[in-house]
């Protein structure tokens, strides 16, 4: 295995994904989370050397909404970083220190409860203020747009779409963690109302509360910790324009420079990794997503899921989307998978994609690359 | 076993919260002068200099070249759809205006859905009262004969608009938990202030939660703490601001329970407010005066009141 | 392991009150081709670009680091942003640090802004307390910082006194940096006769409020010839936390700042800060922080503050110069305060301060820290 092997994933702990945890706020959700994860690992709070934490103000309604959390994040007189975006680009942050030697292992945690506002406007409000808000211009407008430019440019099928959608909710619902009530047929689907077209309602993602928290470890204690690190090989994440009419159309490069980022880093081939942990913020995201990992050609997306890559076998965002979590839900899964592949119908998999996204029509994007 | 977050049923209907937020934002040069043109129905884009390509509307800097030497143009009304789609807001669109090398995203009007192709000649439809805004422009609308427009010098233009009022409000529902809601529900119900043991050092942690910061061990049981504290930290507030509860001045204190080990923060009242800060100060004993609303939340405590002549209890 | 970082270039706005000529993304772009400028690099040469603002109520915006990146120049880079309130300048300066010594990138841009005029800074950052439990008694943070520096006040000696000298002395330093949009001499006299605010909090124990941005390029040693042959090396850079409600919390001593003094000093070969440190820039949100952290960065022992400011020891020509920029006083662009303290100790080891360098300075000491004053960041850096 090549890549850079200094730092592995060697631990992790998530509360079930519900549309609502009406029954505890976000400290309840943490401490309950970051207990659990220590309590499985053998490692005690003291022997963390830092705590990197993901979520937003604008979801929590509070300013510093770490601040009123750190007793429950377990972060009391450490060290401490906010990364306000997807938990994978806080995962990213604790890589590096690690790799730097200043730390030998880090707690990364991530949470959000969209049930507590409307997340509509955790989007919204991310639209510049003069041109593109008042026109009332957000992630579903975006989506829709960006969806249609795919069909149109990219070469894709709009009866994916509902396929896609049929296929992660079929996971979902065999995922412990993701609170799924009925399972939507492909029929259902494609015959939902359209939210944004040619997207449908069932084809966003769908907002759900929950709260997810992994110990990175160093070369020196990964082995000690877990009988299965999964190590990072590769890491690389990049932004496009935020006004979303001078993006390319019809794809995401942004998520394309990211996994050269990380392909270059870990030597992987991408058609041949053993599964790959993706979040796309609509159907037709998560189809261009594939493309640009390089797990499908171009306007193919959906070979993706016939090919040797395991996708999304949690499901992925579509079904179940903690805002600023989503990622690190994937990398957890990723890591579960890797270290117990019989409970996932895997027989060795040894190379794993996990990819993030954040902002309006999926703005931002990292992808980390795991070898075990 | 860890017991929250599906410990205790907590029927309490959330803590609704809402937060207004006043703005005035300033557009900037490019934006600007956009907002401000729009009353002379002139459409404002910017060319930059080292990439020659046009935006419309008008941005600072180049979406390509990220150059900041930007030249504004008028642009014409007219360009073409390249991309749309319906949501509750209306038919949002990207339109890529004659001679522009950027979209521009805005809504479409006067058309039905299902009759837009992208490549559709588009014109702008102006609004009647300018408001020195986006929409001043109401949205586009289908024109297939419109001829198709030039980039313009710009000529004289109008001062950039310097800041534009805006308005953001949040609403949530927070959900109190196994903690709080017990914690809350003995506040309205029986008047009775609760936590749960430290398992660090000896004495109550209020507000009570399910790990102890410090051990980061489960906490210990519920323990009810009287009324009464000693004011550890205090501030006389003259200032006044937007979203304030009450008119100043009045004391801030952060106030240890008898038997807490963590402060409660609230204000002190009942005293001659020309002397605050000699009647009250670190060390001072106080007693809560309860309201007589019960709505299970702090401000069933009205204020706090010092006690003549009492001594702090020896034991925390 | 870990390779060294330095940093190669600064840059900073003209801080005001309010300007209007610029949106908050045209004011990064200021701070951004400074800083570049400085570096003798362009955006190109940039790997990665890390954002820090304060809380995005301030600004309207959520998630703006996906809005200024335009302005930056920065599409197709990593961009991620760090919020650590008022201290997530720092806090910003030390993720891009790692991105350097983990070895995942050569060239970092950090910017870091707040334009506090275009919201209502008070309720906004009131929304820091907890809904549940005293959000409806908040005064931003001045009503428990100055119920704080109460506290200290008759176990310390951190008098309002003290607190004025230390006005005093930040004002007139301010005097002297280009940057500063606040240049007023005051006397003891005046700032103990300013109206309370949160008394013992008056008007001129408070910085005041302001639009600004900075930047720094932080590099790889391999990398850092391109730019300067005096980089500011970074010996030691950390950001501490404690829990804001814990048991037996301590309003007299900042203990993540002790406690991230005691590492960062130890990384960088630091037993006796007083005499080691040749100038210090701290991030004082009011009079009295100031008094505070020299006890908690070890300039004094505790309760001695007060006697160290009256020495006359950290004034600008004293052994031991605190903010000879003048500190908050003379800026406070809240998101950028932390990072601008960072950029003048830099700055100062370069040798480039200008009119408030102090003679060859070569090792100097940042501080920097937000929330419920409970976030708390040191940087040595050297010549």
Redesign the interface.
């Known amino acids: 295995m090549s890549g850079f092997k200094n730092v592995a994933v060697v631990a992790c702990a998530q509360t079930e994904l519900r549309t609502a945890w009406s029954s505890a706020q976000h400290v309840d959700l943490i401490s309950s989370t970051v207990s659990n994860l220590l309590k499985g690992s053998g490692v005690r709070l003291p022997d963390v050397d830092f705590v990197i934490d993901s979520g937003s103000d604008v979801l929590d309604g509070r300013s510093i909404s770490n601040c009123g959390f750190l007793g429950a994040m377990g972060a009391h007189h450490k060290e401490e970083s906010r990364v306000e975006e997807d938990g994978l680009w806080a995962a990213v942050y604790g890589a590096t220190k690690i790799a730097a030697g200043a730390a030998e292992i880090g707690l990364i945690i991530a949470y959000s409860k969209p049930s507590e506002s409307d997340p509509s406007l955790f989007y919204s409000s991310q639209v510049e203020p003069f041109y593109q808000r008042p026109v009332g211009f957000d992630h579903l407008a975006a989506s829709g747009i960006q969806a249609q430019q795919y069909l149109l440019q990219g070469g894709g099928r709009e009866a994916d779409f509902a396929k896609v959608t049929a296929r992660a909710w079929k996971r979902a619902s065999a995922n412990p963690l993701v609170q799924v009530e009925a399972i939507l047929s492909e029929d259902e689907i494609a015959a939902s109302a359209h939210v944004a077209p040619p997207l449908r309602g069932a084809m966003m993602s769908r907002p759900l509360d929950g709260c997810v928290a992994i110990l990175l470890a160093s070369r020196n204690v990964a082995d000690r910790i877990s009988p299965r690190p999964a190590w990072i090989t590769g890491m690389g994440s990049a932004m496009d324009n935020h006004a979303f009419a001078v993006r390319k159309p019809g794809r995401l490069e942004a998520c394309e420079a990211a996994a050269k980022a990380a392909y270059r880093r870990s030597g992987i081939d991408p058609a041949k990794a053993s599964l790959a942990e993706v979040s796309g913020s609509s159907a037709a995201g998560e189809l261009m997503v594939l493309e640009a990992l390089g797990l499908s050609r171009r306007g193919q997306g959906f070979e993706a899921y016939e090919g040797a890559t395991a996708i999304n076998l949690s499901g992925g965002a579509l079904p179940a989307d903690p805002i600023m979590a989503t990622g690190l839900v994937r990398l957890a899964e990723a890591y579960r998978q890797l270290s117990q592949p019989a409970d996932h119908g895997l027989s060795s998999p040894d190379t794993a994609i996990v990819h993030a996204t954040g902002g309006v029509g999926m703005q931002t994007h990292c992808v980390v690359t795991l070898g075990v | 076993m860890l017991q929250a977050p599906d410990s205790y049923p907590i029927d309490r209907p959330p803590l609704k919260s809402t937060l207004s937020m006043p703005y005035t934002l300033t557009p900037g040069r490019a934006a600007g002068v956009f907002l401000a043109e729009t009353k002379n129905r002139r459409l404002v884009g910017s060319r930059c200099g080292s990439s020659g390509l046009v935006c419309v509307p008008a941005q600072d800097f180049c979406p390509s070249s990220g150059g900041a030497d930007m030249e504004l143009v008028a642009a014409p009304h007219t360009g073409a759809i390249t991309g749309f789609t319906q949501t509750r807001a209306g038919i949002i669109a990207t339109i890529r205006i004659d001679g522009a090398d950027f979209d521009f995203v805005h809504r479409i009007v006067g058309a039905e859905f299902a009759a837009l192709k992208v490549g559709m000649r588009v014109e702008a439809v102006w609004a009647q009262t300018p408001t020195q805004s986006i929409m001043d422009i109401e949205g586009f609308r289908p024109a297939p004969d419109a001829p198709v427009g030039t980039i313009e010098p710009l000529g004289e233009a109008a001062e950039p608009l310097p800041m534009k009022p805006y308005h953001m409000d949040l609403h949530y529902e927070h959900a109190f938990g196994p903690f709080y809601g017990r914690m809350f529900d003995e506040i309205g119900t029986n008047r009775r202030l609760m936590g749960v043991r430290s398992t660090h050092i000896d004495g109550a942690l209020l507000p009570p939660r399910e790990v102890d910061d410090i051990s980061y061990t489960k906490t210990g049981t519920w323990v009810t703490v009287p009324d009464t504290g000693t004011v550890r930290a205090m501030s006389v507030i003259h200032l006044e601001f937007k979203g304030q509860k009450e008119p100043p001045p009045y004391i801030y204190a952060e106030i240890q329970l008898d038997g807490a080990v963590t402060r409660l923060i609230h204000s002190i009242k009942g005293i001659d407010m020309s002397r605050a800060s000699e009647l009250v100060k670190p060390g001072t004993r106080v007693r809560a005066v309860w309201s007589d609303a019960r709505t299970g939340s702090l401000s069933d405590i009205s204020h706090f009141q010092p006690i003549p002549d009492d001594v702090e209890p020896t034991s925390t | 392991?870990?390779?060294h970082v330095g940093i190669v270039g600064v840059g900073q706005t003209h801080h005001s009150r309010r300007?209007?000529?610029?949106?908050?993304?045209?004011l990064v772009?200021e701070a951004v081709?400074r800083a570049l400028a400085d570096a003798k690099l362009t955006?190109d040469e940039i790997d990665s670009i890390v954002v820090a603002t304060g809380?995005?109520?301030f600004?309207?915006?959520?998630?703006p680091?996906?809005?200024v990146?335009?302005?930056?120049?920065?599409?197709?880079?990593?961009?991620?942003?760090?919020?650590?309130?008022g201290g997530t300048g720092l806090?910003g300066a030390?993720?891009a640090y790692?991105?350097i010594?983990?070895?995942?990138h050569e060239r970092v841009l950090v910017v870091a802004y707040d334009?506090l005029?275009?919201?209502?800074l008070?309720?906004?950052?009131?929304?820091?307390?907890?809904?549940?439990?005293?959000r409806?008694?908040?005064?931003?943070i001045?009503?428990?910082s100055?119920?704080?520096w109460?506290?200290r006040m008759?176990i310390l000696g951190h008098t309002e006194e003290a607190a004025a000298m230390v006005s005093v002395k930040n004002h007139t330093n301010a005097l002297k940096n280009p940057y500063a949009h606040v240049k007023k001499a005051i006397t003891v006299d005046d700032v103990m006769k300013s109206?309370?605010?949160?008394?013992?909090?008056k008007l001129l124990d408070v910085p005041p409020i302001s639009d600004g941005a900075a930047a720094i390029v932080l590099s790889s040693e391999k990398m850092a010839a391109k730019s300067t042959d005096r980089p500011a090396w970074i010996l030691g850079i950390?950001?501490?936390?404690?829990?804001?409600?814990?048991?037996?919390?301590s309003?007299l001593v900042s203990?993540?700042l002790a406690?991230a003094a005691r590492r960062i000093y130890r990384a960088a070969g630091i037993t006796n800060p007083r005499r080691q440190f040749d100038v210090v820039e701290v991030q004082e949100p009011y009079t009295c922080f100031e008094l505070s952290y020299y006890e908690s960065l070890g300039l004094c022992a505790p309760g001695e503050a007060a006697a160290l400011i009256a020495s006359g020891a950290t004034q600008i020509d004293g052994d031991i110069p605190v903010n000879p920029s003048g500190g908050c006083m003379g800026a406070n662009p809240i998101g950028a305060a932390g990072l601008v303290r960072l950029i003048e100790a830099a700055a100062q080891v370069m040798g480039k301060a200008g009119e408030h360098q102090i003679p060859n300075a070569k090792l100097a000491l940042a501080q920097s820290g937000?929330?419920?004053a409970?976030?708390r960041g040191v940087a040595v850096v050297s010549a």
Do not use: H
């Open positions: 392991m870990s390779r300007r209007t000529d610029v949106s908050q993304a045209g772009r081709d955006i809380p995005v109520l600004g309207a915006v959520n998630m680091e996906k809005w990146i335009d302005a930056c120049g920065g599409r197709m880079k990593p961009v991620v942003r760090i919020t650590s309130g806090a030390l993720a790692y991105q010594a983990g070895g995942q334009k005029s275009e919201g209502a008070q309720y906004s950052i009131s929304t820091l307390y907890d809904p549940f439990w005293g409806e008694f908040a005064v931003g001045m009503g428990f100055a119920a704080y109460r506290a008759d109206r309370p605010l949160a008394w013992p909090i950390g950001y501490f936390c404690e829990a804001d409600n814990a048991a037996a919390r309003m203990e993540p406690l937000g929330g419920w409970n976030l």
